[in-house]
């Protein structure tokens, strides 16, 4: 059963803040994977995808890829309160679907 | 505007009756799927297609059927079978990856519609 893991949370960081958000994965021939959020009630929405190992920028947000550790991570810069918000790792699975982590739920305090 | 749109937003159903989804997209995307949700927990993949006339089941297909019978169109039904059928149930597509280096190559992002909340009195 390919897994992929995450701390459930809740982070709490205050504002301003770097979040750092972790997730690990069990099939080591995942090849692209992708950070969501979702606000409560409503449904994911994509932040960024990364497929090689390193780090990919996009505005506050820098996702890191290691594939020899199977980690990915996410970091928020500068957190706002409105990044509060539950965040789904996710792992393409060989192109058929993907596998989704059960999510960390993300608390930035003013 | 182009997008997945799923309906209806909300539902109630009595216990014993089946009830429908609807997904559309007009994203042009190859694949589409059928996740649940149940509160505080993660998405479950239930059905999936990735072409028109064919779908996987996916880890809890038990007590749904799906059809794709239109490109654009994978409606979900839930069955009196489904045990605990009360989830909040996200339609998503995308297109097939296609690596760099191939024409029009695509890094195969899943896009969700805004979810249909089933609720079983």
């Known amino acids: 059963q390919k897994e992929v893991e995450q701390n459930s949370g809740p982070l709490s960081v205050p504002e301003g803040a770097i979040a750092s958000l972790n997730c690990t994965y069990s099939?080591?021939?995942?090849?692209?994977f992708f950070w969501y959020r979702q606000y409560s009630g409503k449904s994911p929405e994509l932040i960024m995808s990364?497929?090689?190992?390193g780090d990919k920028e996009d505005g506050r947000f820098t996702a890191q890829l290691n594939k020899a550790s199977q980690y990915v991570s996410l970091l928020i810069r500068d957190s706002q309160p409105s990044d509060s918000a539950t965040y789904l790792c996710?792992?393409?699975?060989?192109?058929?679907?993907?596998?989704f982590g059960p999510g960390t739920r993300l608390s930035v305090l003013p | 505007d182009g997008g997945i749109t799923q309906s209806p937003k909300y539902l109630f159903r009595k216990e014993g009756q089946n009830v429908t989804l609807s997904c559309e997209q007009n994203?042009?995307?190859?694949?589409m799927y059928w996740y649940r949700q149940d509160p505080g927990q993660g998405l479950r993949l239930i059905y999936y297609?990735?072409?028109?006339?064919?779908?996987q089941k996916g880890d809890i297909a038990e007590g749904y059927s799906v059809s794709r019978e239109k490109k654009e169109s994978f409606p979900l039904t839930v069955t009196s079978a489904q045990k605990n059928p009360t989830a909040f149930y996200l339609c998503a597509s995308r297109l097939a990856p296609r690596p760099a280096g191939l024409k029009n190559p695509n890094t195969g992002e899943l896009f969700f519609g805004e979810g249909s909340r089933l609720t079983v009195l």
């Open positions: 099939d080591r021939g995942s090849q692209s």
């Open positions: 990364i497929y090689s190992n």
């Open positions: 297609s990735q072409i028109v006339n064919d779908f």
């Open positions: 996710a792992a393409d699975n060989y192109g058929q679907n993907f596998v």
């Open positions: 994203l042009n995307h190859d694949a």
